[in-house]
């Protein structure tokens, strides 16, 4: 797999290429990437993967005109190739006003940029895989009332990522990323239930052992037999960590200013308001040492910083790209992400909500009957209204006691009444891209038996 050097290397003779072509302006990422993975089910080896990928995107602007190409492969023909149809291509697109790089002046240098020990100089062999997928299935059915497996895996990966633009921009880095798995089914027939765990980390030191979550899994599972039925009402609903972290997701899609200028959000003209309750703090961290989605810079060669984008129960402004902050009239705030293919989206890096001041069992121990939801079905969200309804599973909480599990019913709301009505629990943990503790929330419909 080629290295930084080669990738940024490739960059600066793609731009060549481009203003030979008659590109005015233009950019260039280069991503390449190799991963492997085993799967192990019953004890045997069933599936060995290896893949290598790479992919350049070019973007080319003559005055307001832009287009975008992209390809798998890269040399000196290709690279010529691809300038002359982008720059065709572009001749021939309509104006967009508020298409173009990223202010100059607000572009990061490579001194700016910090060390986020993203990648792990130890690359696990083929049989290392094996033993940690092996140890993680073997645990998993090594647990009380499990009686089959869909089996366990391991794998890791490493990529390369580079971005060079035509006005002085250049960077890149190179990540790692450890996984492990297991899936497991407890129960016989239609008793069947089934559910798993993972992990990933950049590095091989921050992930649990394969026992460990081999373990989890198949407690997990083994909780979920006998699901009883809930009845419709009103109770207090409790979101585990597993699937807290989709509240907040919706809340991002929200503040993407791509949404905000298409006027297709339910945070629209809500800026000065109240949204959560004032403790609670949303804070997005790109500079989380070993973090998953760390990053020095952004999809345009702006700076990444650190920021609250909830604090005092108020939301503190939107996600923008430099697109998006032009058609705003705001400016762009180092969220630009860029893939191969087509114009830099908008996105959040690492995002947490800051735990609360109540513990989880003294949370569930307030709860005379309720849900510990534990999975969600669907995509009945409206990013316009705000409007929630998803099929969940979980756990029926009575007298302060998680007691049988329940599966069959929908759970309904307000995105924005939910977030006024959230209660975060201390139980945060920080290993995944958004972490959110447990949180509680009043007032939302169950539509059950």
């Given at each position: 797999?080629?290295?930084?050097s080669?990738?940024?290397?490739?960059?600066?003779?793609m731009l060549?290429a481009?203003?030979?072509?008659g590109?005015?302006?233009?950019?260039?990422?280069?991503s390449?990437?190799?991963?492997?993975?085993?799967?192990?089910?019953?004890?045997?080896?069933?599936d060995?993967?290896?893949?290598?990928?790479?992919a350049?995107?070019?973007?080319?602007f003559?005055?307001?005109?832009?287009?975008t190409v992209?390809a798998?492969?890269?040399?000196?023909?290709?690279?010529?190739e691809?300038a002359e149809?982008?720059?065709?291509?572009?001749?021939?697109?309509?104006e967009?006003?508020?298409?173009g790089?990223a202010p100059?002046?607000?572009l990061?240098?490579?001194?700016d940029?910090?060390?986020?020990?993203?990648?792990?100089?130890a690359?696990?062999?083929?049989?290392?895989?094996?033993?940690?997928?092996l140890e993680?299935e073997?645990?998993?059915?090594?647990v009380?009332?499990v009686?089959?497996?869909?089996?366990g895996?391991?794998?890791?990966g490493?990529?390369v990522?580079?971005?060079?633009?035509?006005?002085?921009?250049?960077?890149?880095?190179?990540?790692?990323?450890?996984?492990?798995?297991?899936s497991?089914i407890a129960?016989?027939g239609?008793?069947m239930?089934r559910?798993y765990?993972?992990?990933?980390?950049r590095h091989?030191?921050d992930?649990?052992?394969?026992?460990?979550i081999?373990?989890?899994a198949?407690?997990?599972?083994v909780?979920?037999?006998?699901p009883?039925?809930?009845?419709?009402?009103?109770?207090?609903?409790?979101f585990?960590?597993?699937?807290s972290?989709?509240?907040?997701?919706?809340?991002?899609g929200?503040?993407n200013g791509?949404a905000?200028?298409?006027?297709?959000?339910f945070?629209?003209?809500?800026?000065?308001?109240e949204?959560?309750?004032?403790?609670?703090?949303?804070?997005d961290d790109?500079?989380?040492?070993r973090?998953p989605?760390?990053?020095?810079?952004?999809?345009e060669g702006?700076l990444?910083?650190?920021?609250?984008?909830?604090k005092?129960?108020?939301?503190?402004?939107?996600?923008?790209?430099?697109?998006?902050a032009?058609q705003?009239?705001?400016?762009?705030?180092?969220?630009?992400?860029?893939?191969?293919?087509?114009?830099?989206g908008?996105?959040?890096?690492?995002v947490?909500?800051?735990?609360?001041?109540?513990?989880?069992?003294?949370?569930?121990a307030d709860?005379?009957?309720?849900?510990?939801?534990?999975?969600?079905?669907?995509?009945g969200v409206?990013?316009?209204?705000?409007?929630?309804?998803?099929?969940?599973?979980?756990?029926r909480i009575?007298?302060?006691?998680?007691?049988?599990?329940?599966?069959g019913?929908?759970?309904?709301?307000?995105?924005?009444?939910?977030?006024?009505?959230?209660?975060?629990?201390?139980?945060?943990?920080?290993?995944?891209?958004?972490?959110?503790?447990?949180?509680?929330?009043?007032?939302?419909t169950?539509?059950g038996?």
């Amino acid at each position: 797999m080629i290295d930084s050097s080669m990738a940024l290397d490739r960059c600066e003779r793609m731009l060549q290429a481009a203003r030979k072509a008659g590109a005015e302006t233009a950019d260039v990422v280069m991503s390449a990437s190799a991963s492997e993975s085993v799967t192990v089910r019953l004890g045997a080896l069933e599936d060995a993967e290896r893949s290598e990928e790479e992919a350049v995107g070019l973007r080319v602007f003559i005055g307001q005109q832009s287009a975008t190409v992209s390809a798998s492969t890269f040399s000196n023909d290709a690279a010529a190739e691809m300038a002359e149809r982008a720059v065709a291509m572009a001749r021939l697109a309509p104006e967009d006003p508020y298409a173009g790089l990223a202010p100059e002046h607000l572009l990061s240098s490579a001194a700016d940029h910090r060390d986020l020990d993203l990648a792990d100089p130890a690359e696990p062999s083929p049989t290392e895989l094996k033993v940690r997928a092996l140890e993680a299935e073997e645990a998993a059915r090594g647990v009380a009332g499990v009686t089959n497996s869909q089996g366990g895996s391991a794998s890791f990966g490493q990529s390369v990522v580079a971005l060079a633009t035509s006005h002085g921009f250049s960077g890149a880095y190179r990540a790692t990323s450890h996984g492990i798995s297991a899936s497991v089914i407890a129960g016989e027939g239609d008793a069947m239930q089934r559910d798993y765990a993972y992990r990933t980390a950049r590095h091989l030191a921050d992930l649990p052992s394969g026992t460990d979550i081999g373990v989890l899994a198949g407690e997990r599972t083994v909780a979920r037999l006998n699901p009883q039925t809930m009845p419709s009402g009103r109770v207090p609903i409790l979101f585990d960590p597993r699937v807290s972290d989709s509240l907040v997701g919706h809340l991002l899609g929200a503040m993407n200013g791509a949404a905000i200028a298409r006027r297709s959000s339910f945070l629209l003209d809500r800026l000065e308001d109240e949204i959560f309750p004032d403790s609670i703090i949303i804070t997005d961290d790109p500079h989380r040492l070993r973090g998953p989605r760390s990053r020095a810079f952004d999809g345009e060669g702006l700076l990444t910083r650190q920021s609250d984008l909830v604090k005092n129960g108020k939301v503190t402004g939107w996600i923008l790209n430099a697109a998006s902050a032009r058609q705003l009239g705001l400016a762009p705030t180092g969220h630009a992400s860029r893939g191969g293919s087509g114009a830099p989206g908008a996105s959040v890096t690492n995002v947490h909500m800051q735990p609360g001041a109540i513990t989880r069992a003294a949370m569930i121990a307030d709860v005379e009957d309720g849900i510990l939801v534990t999975e969600l079905v669907g995509q009945g969200v409206n990013g316009v209204t705000g409007d929630y309804s998803r099929a969940a599973s979980g756990f029926r909480i009575r007298n302060g006691v998680v007691s049988e599990p329940v599966s069959g019913f929908t759970i309904a709301g307000n995105l924005l009444d939910m977030y006024a009505a959230m209660t975060p629990a201390d139980d945060l943990a920080m290993h995944q891209a958004v972490n959110v503790p447990t949180v509680r929330v009043d007032g939302m419909t169950i539509a059950g038996a």
